[in-house]
């Protein structure tokens, strides 16, 4: 069957529109890709999209049905009502398959971005915020972290994580892909935010021994959001799990160094607590 004839989420879902609303929404969609950085990608997205069902998929359309009604569309307006909609449907890609689940997964973030994704998850518990900010100072700067009592039971973050791995050996150091071992390298493969290392490049390296409970889930557009870098996987990947859209390669380093960008695997899960973390493994780079 040629490939413009194969059924997808995002055709499945047009579908269940009238014939003048599929026009609607098609309409409002072009004209985001034509005022905004961000709409091509996100509608390039929204018609490759593999893992959403084609019921959730109909759900974001709606958001661009409905601002076709309006007299006149705030292209402002369509995004912001995108992103909720999508934080709705979130972790809804289903899991990865469990021969494909790696027995340590990766997060990278920046260190300030970690206390306050701890204090956004131990919210309403009766911890003291420089209690928080103490440990997880004591956690990145001490050579041999120990992490006990209440604490290795405090979540790591109240939302679902962006993780990694390494997929020829999943026990290997999820983030042994970097050859230079440099912040930039780092966010560049793994697609991260350019905020995330500009104007200070620092990225913590959490590694952690996935839990049997811990359910992978693969990402899809509802998960990516307005995020600049991410890309559903093609079919010649497989479906086990999703990819990274790693920035423009080759990528200059902070140190000035040359490097070819690899896309690795990626998939979310559910917050999990301090007490999966590989403290041996953790480093921070710059």
């Keep these: 069957m040629p490939a413009s004839k194969i059924a997808t989420a995002y055709t499945r879902a047009l579908s269940t529109f009238s014939v003048s ?31 959403l069902s084609s019921t959730d998929l109909r759900s974001l359309l709606q958001v661009f049905l409905r601002h076709s009604q309006l007299r006149q569309i705030n292209w402002d307006s369509v995004k ?36 306050n994704n701890v204090l956004d ?23 041999s972290p120990i992490i006990e009592g209440d604490q290795a039971n405090w979540p790591m973050a109240r939302y679902a994580s962006w993780v990694t791995w390494d997929d020829s050996a999943s026990g290997n150091n999820p983030f042994g892909f970097a050859v230079t071992g440099e912040a930039i390298e780092v966010a560049a493969c793994l697609g991260l ?46 479906g086990n799990h999703g990819w990274t859209m790693p920035w423009q390669s080759p990528t200059v380093t902070s140190t000035g160094r040359e490097v070819t960008l690899i896309s690795r695997p990626e998939a979310l899960h559910s917050p999990i607590t301090f007490k999966h973390l590989r403290t041996t493994m953790l480093r921070i780079v710059k």
């Design 21 to 51: 609303d599929q026009k609607a929404i098609e309409r409002v969609l072009r004209g985001w890709a034509r005022v905004s950085s961000l709409g091509p990608r996100v509608v390039a997205n929204l018609r490759k999209e593999r893992f």
């Design 80 to 115: 912001k009502d995108y992103v909720v909609a999508c934080r709705g449907l979130s972790l809804r890609g289903g899991d990865v398959p469990r021969r494909a689940l790696p027995k340590l997964i990766g997060r990278a973030i920046p260190p300030d971005r970690l206390i």
């Design 121 to 143: 998850a131990l919210q309403g518990k009766l911890v003291l915020r420089s209690h928080i900010n103490d440990f997880v100072h004591d956690v990145l700067t001490s050579p």
């Design 193 to 238: 935010p350019w905020s995330y290392v500009n104007p200070n490049p620092s990225l913590v390296l959490l590694v952690c021994d996935r839990p049997d409970e811990c359910r992978l889930k693969r990402p899809t557009i509802s998960d990516a959001a307005d995020h600049e870098y991410f890309e559903p996987p093609d079919l010649l990947r497989g």
